[in-house]
């Protein structure tokens, strides 16, 4: 039972911190050099590190889809099939682990030490907001960059969904291509990206929290380093699962009955 | 075998295995139901129908998800905790001193380490497995209306035996890698607070990158199976 209340607790006061940072954000704006300072930084660190995941990823998805449709002599749809799966659904969610572990761990990391140093009380006290000053900033630039990069990892996710059905499958890049819009759709492609903007922001919303909110010295850093990821990895799957949900449910909407 | 420390050993895997369950239960439950759903779509779209479904979303899960999830869900947890405590040793010269006494220290520390990790990380695989094919057995009764029945039969045609018994290798893989990058990152630790921070951090991003890479060499190995 404690770890339940605990847990709504954190749900809350995370949630509470989002609305004023959302506040503070329309209220009194940041400078905008600090984020694109920010955007800029998270960008460069982890632009390597998230197109291989893509990269990596897609090939899984190629291999998998490979293996599961070559008994049904379908090879020729896989360039939809595979670009579809990895845009929709397997190639966010891994990306943004990933992202989970680098961008949000480092956040964290560097707001964290900043609290427990008392850097945060230190600009209090010179009449700063630091909200305005130091978490805004982070957390829109995290969330630009971070869609952003999540954008370009599932590009280079194609790009390795197609070298592997190349060396694979033996299916022609063009022959490829060709087939990703019999069944990557507008829609899909714009659920792909929604999903990225939506991690973007849980993404940034948890791991500013949890730096901002760090106690009990060089320990508290750690601490609040691995809770941030875990509890960003759970609220991950929960949203895409809710941003699964809602997609379909606006589809049939669309659709009609 | 005797210069494995038992004790620590199975402290460790009490921590790898018991203190990452609920976590990776829960997250694995919501990745079963978004598969399910995306799955039911894409087959619509291709071949009309969705009866196909359950099997195919089984073997991703099977081939996958499962062991993929978990892996990086404990890379994130174990992982970290691992490099921030090898790290936290290093900057306050307790493994000099481990060396003084004339302590082999990746005897003493990685191995329990390790050894704990495969272990932990097969059956967490295992479970992880079996709680998303449950999960997603309800998700398709409930929301495509397919029965558990017509679920594990669809299930039969395509999962074999052999696919769980690959997870689990996949789940020993991961699972080595876990410790040896976090130990890594940890005895080349920076002095200072910042070391320990940047050392979790890098051993994290490190670990996680080398996971999806060894998924896509193992799903192409096992592929010639």
């Known amino acids: 039972m404690n770890h339940l209340a605990h847990a709504i607790d954190e749900i809350g006061r995370t949630t509470m911190f989002f609305a004023a940072l959302l506040k503070t954000m329309f209220r009194r704006p940041s400078r905008f050099g600090d984020v694109v300072d920010q955007t800029w930084n998270v960008t460069l660190q982890s632009l390597p590190t998230t197109a291989m995941a893509g990269f990596f990823v897609g090939a899984i998805m190629a291999v998998q889809f490979t293996m599961q449709m070559r008994d049904f002599g379908a090879l020729g749809y896989l360039g939809g099939l595979a670009t579809s799966g990895t845009l929709r659904e397997v190639g966010p969610l891994l990306i943004a682990f990933m992202l989970s572990g680098k961008v949000g761990a480092y956040t964290s990391a560097e707001l964290g030490t900043m609290r427990v140093t008392e850097q945060i009380d230190a600009v209090r006290c010179l009449g700063a907001d630091p909200l305005q000053e130091l978490i805004v900033p982070r957390f829109l630039g995290i969330v630009i960059s971070s869609s952003l990069l999540l954008g370009a990892g599932l590009l280079m996710s194609v790009l390795g969904g197609m070298t592997l059905g190349h060396l694979f499958a033996h299916v022609s890049p063009e022959e490829y291509v060709r087939h990703i819009p019999t069944i990557l759709t507008w829609p899909s492609i714009l659920i792909g990206f929604a999903k990225c903007a939506v991690f973007a922001v849980v993404l940034a919303t948890i791991c500013t929290y949890r730096g901002y909110s760090a106690t009990g010295g060089a320990k508290g850093v750690g601490r609040a380093v691995v809770t941030t990821a875990v509890s960003t990895m759970m609220c991950l799957v929960v949203m895409d699962w809710v941003t699964s949900y809602l997609a379909e449910a606006v589809m049939t909407l669309a659709r009609g009955p | ?225």
């Not at chain 2, 997250?27 to 291709?46: N, P, R």
């Not at chain 2, 947890?77 to 290093?90: N, Y």
């Not at chain 2, 000099?96 to 990685?110: N, T």
């Not at chain 2, 495969?118 to 009764?141: E, F, H, R, Y």
């Open chain 2, 1 to 225: 075998m005797k210069s494995l420390r038992w004790k620590e050993t199975l402290q460790q895997l009490f921590f790898v295995a018991n203190g990452s369950g609920f976590i990776v239960v829960f997250c694995v439950c919501f990745a079963a139901m978004v598969t399910i759903l995306e799955a039911s779509f894409h087959m619509k779209m291709v071949i009309q129908n969705d009866s196909m479904v359950p099997g195919f979303a089984a073997l991703l899960i099977l081939k996958e998800l499962g062991a993929v999830v978990t892996a990086l869900l404990l890379t994130s947890r174990v992982g970290a905790g691992i490099a921030a405590e090898v790290g936290l040793m290093k900057v306050t010269e307790q493994i000099d001193a481990l060396r003084m006494l004339g302590i082999e220290p990746v005897r003493y520390l990685v191995l329990p380490r390790l050894v704990a990790c495969v272990i932990g990380a097969v059956l967490l695989t295992l479970i992880a497995n079996m709680v998303c094919l449950i999960c997603a057995m309800l998700v398709s009764d409930l929301m495509l209306g397919y029965s558990p029945a017509m679920f594990l039969s669809s299930m039969r045609i395509f999962v074999k035996f052999q696919d769980l018994l690959l997870a689990a290798v996949k789940g020993a893989f991961f699972g080595a890698v876990i410790p040896l990058v976090a130990c890594h990152f940890g005895f080349r630790c920076r002095p200072g607070a910042e070391g320990v921070g940047s050392a979790t951090t890098q051993s994290v991003v490190v670990a996680s990158i080398l996971i999806i890479v060894l998924d896509f060499v193992l799903s192409y190995t096992f592929s010639y199976l």
